[in-house]
Structures are given as structure tokens and as C-alpha cells.
T-cell receptor, first 112, second 113 residues
Framework: EAGVTQFPSHSVIEKGQTVTLRCDPISGHDNLYWYRRVMGKEIKFLLHFVKESKQDESGMPNNRFLAERTGGTYSTLKVQPAELEDSGVYFC??????????FGPGTRLTVT | SQKIEQNSEALNIQEGKTATLTCNYTNYSPAYLQWYRQDPGRGPVFLLLIRENEKEKRKERLKVTFDTTLKQSLFHITASQPADSATYLCALGDQTGANNLFFGTGTRLTVIP
């Protein structure tokens, strides 16, 4: 069974540019989560999809972040325009009916 | 807001000994607590889940305890091996339906041969 995949693994962009991160969850998992870890801090929740619907987006920092989940399959997280403080590692996780979450390897975003 | 503290940033232990990691929390009443392992450059990997009404859970060489009165979980690795070296994260969740996790900053465990 393929795990959660994320693309790209690394992204370096300049302040003001746009970046789109992609996550492919484990097939059949209705729940999809986005988390972020900034340097030296804990992993923080951003938002949660159930199928294609946003269940909870209370962790999204501001309206520069837009998440979508097309047809309840893969998800994208767009940052537009990127700011320096957006740098960090963005993790995607998916889960089925159980509470355990399966994490992808993360996308390391560097905004210069 | 909830606060989750893991006892130390780094823990060194001799191979064969038992490693004990601590997770303390405040301002929160989780329905369950999970422990994850994270290796450099990788995402967290689920290890164990313990619910609020459970005192102890075991899986092979791993043992987790959960004390909701003390607001603390202990994570033990018995007969530790160098391959156990990694960062260990505790994560708290509730049953509102969202199951979003609140993570601690992690403890980096090094098992010395």
C-alpha cells in the first residue's frame, strides 16, 4: 500500500511569490490534514478535510493560505503571496476511520 | 490555549536500558493521546494510542501510561537499541469529530551502543 506522498520535497521561493504544495493521501482515506512546523516549534495543525469538505480550518494563519481537495482525492495548499514567516516544513496526513494519522515526508518551504 | 511539554529536548541512554520520555499538558482535556516517532527528513510515524479511560498500553518493547489527574503521559522503550534513536512526539486529540492533533515539541532520543 502506497503511503502519503507530498510534492515537492523542497521549494525555495522569493517573498511575494506563489507556491502550491500537493498531497496525495492513502487511497480510501476520507480524512486529510495539513500541518506545519516552523523552525524550533512544534508541529501545528492547519486544517482538516473530510472528503472534499473542509471540516476545520481554524489553524490556517491568514487568507494568504488556500487549501483545496479536488473530488476528495489529492489536496493542494497554496500560499499567495508568500512571506518570510511562512518558511517551514508542511506535512500532510491522512486517516481512515481510526484515530491514527499517516504522515507524508513533508515539503520544506523556504521563503527568501 | 493548550500547552504540551515534553520533558527534555534530548535524552541520551545506554543500549539495553529503558528510555522514559515524559509528556505533560495543561489547559486541555484530551480524549486520547498518541506517540509518534520522527526520523530526520521524514514525517512522523504513529506508534501507540491511549485513550483517556486507559491507564496503560503496550506494544512489543513500548509502553505508554496516561494519567489524566496529573495530565501526564510516560512513554517507555525497554531494552533500547541504537535503531530506536529518533525524535519522539506526543500528540493530543479530542473526539469532536475533527481529530486534529496538538503536538509537543518532541524529545530527541539517542541510544548509545
Amino acid at each position: 500500500e502506497a503511503g502519503v506522498t507530498q510534492f515537492p520535497s523542497h521549494s525555495v521561493i522569493e517573498k511575494g511569490q506563489t507556491v502550491t504544495l500537493r498531497c496525495d493521501p492513502i487511497s480510501g482515506h476520507d480524512n486529510l490534514y495539513w500541518y506545519r512546523r516552523v523552525m524550533g516549534k512544534e508541529i501545528k495543525f492547519l486544517l482538516h478535510f473530510v472528503k472534499e469538505s473542509k471540516q476545520d480550518e481554524s489553524g490556517m494563519p491568514n487568507n494568504r493560505f488556500l487549501a483545496e481537495r479536488t473530488g476528495g482525492t489529492y489536496s493542494t495548499l497554496k500560499v499567495q503571496p508568500a512571506e518570510l514567516e511562512d518558511s517551514g516544513v508542511y506535512f500532510c496526513a491522512s486517516s481512515g476511520t481510526a484515530y491514527e494519522q499517516y504522515f507524508g515526508p513533508g515539503t520544506r518551504l523556504t521563503v527568501t | 490555549s493548550q500547552k504540551i511539554e515534553q520533558n527534555s529536548e534530548a535524552l541520551n541512554i545506554q543500549e539495553g536500558k529503558t528510555a522514559t520520555l515524559t509528556c505533560n499538558y495543561t489547559n486541555y482535556s484530551p480524549a486520547y493521546l498518541q506517540w509518534y516517532r520522527q526520523d530526520p527528513g521524514r514525517g512522523p510515524v504513529f506508534l501507540l494510542l491511549i485513550r483517556e479511560n486507559e491507564k496503560e498500553k503496550r506494544k512489543e518493547r513500548l509502553k505508554v501510561t496516561f494519567d489524566t489527574t496529573l495530565k501526564q503521559s510516560l512513554f517507555h522503550i525497554t531494552a533500547s537499541q541504537p535503531a530506536d534513536s529518533a525524535t519522539y512526539l506526543c500528540a493530543l486529540g479530542d473526539q469532536t469529530g475533527a481529530n486534529n492533533l496538538f503536538f509537543g515539541t518532541g524529545t530527541r532520543l539517542t541510544v548509545i551502543p
